[in-house]
């Protein structure tokens, strides 16, 4: 069994920043991919972040959010990270990190989903 935790969501200013945590617990092997994807109501859930780990962390962005977010990894703690700067009104949305993992050497990747934490951006 597998769990992702979400945390760091809430309520910004235009031009504030907010940091949102995940951490993967249970039965892991290894953690190829890590991400972040978000849903704003009305709208279908969008890619922001990747970062795969493969000899060296590989990272990928939306290109609505290049040069404001930021994602990372702790693979001590099976924990990444979003930093997110210059955060503005269409950031507003529900985050949820994903990764695939491995639960054994021989098993194949399986996808897991957090819960979701909701981030409004708002004056």
């Known amino acids: 069994q597998v769990q992702l935790v979400e945390s760091g969501g809430g309520l910004v200013q235009p031009g504030g920043s907010l940091r949102l945590s995940c951490a993967a617990s249970?039965?892991?092997?290894?953690?190829?991919?890590m991400g972040w994807y978000r849903q704003a109501p009305g709208k279908e859930r969008e890619l922001v972040a990747t970062i795969t780990s493969s000899g060296g962390d590989s990272t990928n962005y939306a290109d609505s959010v290049k040069g404001r977010f930021a994602i990372s990894r702790d693979n001590a703690k099976n924990t990444w990270y979003l930093q997110m700067n210059s955060l503005n009104p269409e950031d507003t949305a529900v985050y949820y990190c994903?990764?695939?993992?491995?639960?054994?050497?021989?098993?194949?990747?399986?996808?897991?989903w957090g819960q979701g934490t909701q981030v409004t951006v708002s004056s």
């Open positions: 994903t990764v695939h993992l491995r639960q054994a050497s021989s098993m194949p990747l399986y996808r897991y």
């Open positions: 249970g039965s892991i092997f290894s953690i190829p991919i």
